[in-house]
């Protein structure tokens, strides 16, 4: 009888390690086949075939861009200052709640500022569009912020 036990619970230690190896195998395999590698300027040319872009409005898509991005930058520069300042106080031994907030204000103030420029330019940008084209990049927009939200709570 003791033998037959030990027989049994050594068939299921077996078949244990084999189904572990193979879900093994499946996860190593598997891993990065459910989202797809975004690249450099995929997101640009995916959206320019979604919408049917001209030439023209693709030109002057990508002027707004630059512009937009030569205005927010040293936003997004300020607040990486603020944030490397404000985090650099948790080594400091006595820190009031006023030190803090002064900070948090900076860099919630900066963000706003950026927030409302990137609004304006998604306005602008989707003035470049016709009728169905504002449909359709009204419809690409929300996918983008769904994805965004998504990969945000993936973190």
Do not use: C
């Not at 086949?33 to 001209?54: D, I, V």
């Not at 963000?111 to 003035?127: C, G, M, S």
Request: proline share 3%; no cysteine; net charge positive.
């Amino acid at each position: 009888m003791k033998a037959s036990v030990n027989k049994i619970l050594a068939i299921a230690v077996i078949l244990l390690l084999v189904i572990n190896t193979i879900l093994l195998i499946f996860i190593w395999k598997g891993k990065g086949k459910h989202e797809p590698k975004r690249q450099p300027g995929n997101g640009f040319e995916m959206m320019a075939k979604e919408l049917s872009m001209s030439e023209q409005q693709k030109n002057e898509y990508k002027k707004l861009r630059e512009d937009h991005f030569a205005r927010v930058r040293p936003l997004f520069d300020s607040i990486r200052q603020y944030r490397a300042s404000f985090f650099k106080m948790v080594k400091e031994p006595a820190i009031t709640d006023d030190s803090l907030e002064v900070y948090s204000k900076r860099i919630a103030e900066k963000q706003a500022i950026i927030d409302k420029l990137t609004f304006e330019h998604f306005k602008k940008v989707r003035a470049l569009f016709n009728e169905d084209q504002q449909k359709q990049f009204d419809e690409y927009m929300q996918k983008m912020m769904q994805r965004r939200r998504d990969s945000a709570n993936r973190r």
